[in-house]
T-cell receptor, first 113, second 115 residues
Framework: KQEVTQIPAALSVPEGENLVLNCSFTDSAIYNLQWFRQDPGKGLTSLLLIQSSQREQTSGRLNASLDKSSGRSTLYIAASQPGDSATYLCAASIGGSNYKLTFGKGTLLTVNP | NAGVMQNPRHLVRRRGQEARLRCSPMKGHSHVYWYRQLPEEGLKFMVYLQKENIIDESGMPKERFSAEFPKEGPSILRIQQVVRGDSAAYFC?????????????FGSGTRLTVV
């Protein structure tokens, strides 16, 4: 069974802190991995897409890495702000599918002013 | 570019009624995917469609659920004879060509409540 696991389930940090969210997946045959942000009662906003041939992607204060051999991805958020408070979802195309995303349950991030 | 448009945003149905959820993909996107998010659970794949074709419906419950993406108009996810366990957020995503190359763009979802 293909699985994506995210730890921690919840994280609370003071404003300005750098933080790392973790994601692990069970299949090294990965096509891509995508990080999303979900605000309460809202849809998903794509943050970063990492192809299997890439090791990392950066956008502004966000940096995502991919290590296929260990089955892990991390999302690094620099200089966190209260507006970063949301649920962060990791999703991977694994298990022989290049279109079906397997999602983790997310990390609920709270950045306190 | 209006993005992926889903409607309605909220839908309330009584047990036994039908629910019809609509999704218009981003302009230029010909691939549509439906996911379901049950309370306290992660998003689960339901179905993958291209125009007039169901490519993969392995995540769809065998009964009461159906999906289509006609040549003209939005993709429709139809749930017949809804039950309380169908209450969830249903998200549609689209991609141009291969999602593996371009990733997904998601809509804002339809929140179905069955009373």
């Amino acid at each position: 069974k293909q699985e994506v696991t995210q730890i921690p389930a919840a994280l609370s940090v003071p404003e300005g802190e750098n933080l790392v969210l973790n994601c692990s997946f069970t299949d090294s045959a990965i096509y891509n991995l995508q990080w999303f942000r979900q605000d309460p009662g809202k849809g998903l906003t794509s943050l970063l897409l990492i192809q299997s041939s890439q090791r990392e992607q950066t956008s502004g204060r966000l940096n995502a890495s991919l290590d296929k051999s260990s089955g892990r991805s991390t999302l690094y958020i620099a200089a966190s702000q209260p507006g970063d408070s949301a649920t962060y979802l990791c999703a991977a195309s694994i298990g022989g599918s290049n279109y079906k995303l397997t999602f983790g349950k997310g990390t609920l991030l709270t950045v306190n002013p | 570019n209006a993005g992926v448009m889903q409607n309605p945003r909220h839908l309330v149905r009584r047990r036994g009624q039908e629910a019809r959820l609509r999704c218009s993909p981003m302009k230029g996107h010909s691939h549509v995917y439906w996911y379901r998010q049950l309370p306290e659970e992660g998003l689960k794949f339901m179905v993958y469609l291209q125009k007039e074709n169901i490519i993969d419906e392995s995540g769809m419950p065998k009964e009461r659920f159906s999906a289509e993406f006609p040549k003209e108009g939005p993709s429709i996810l139809r749930i017949q004879q809804v039950v309380r366990g169908d209450s969830a957020a249903y998200f549609c995503a689209s991609s141009p060509l291969r999602a593996a190359d371009y990733g997904y763009t998601f809509g804002s979802g339809t929140r179905l409540t069955v009373v």
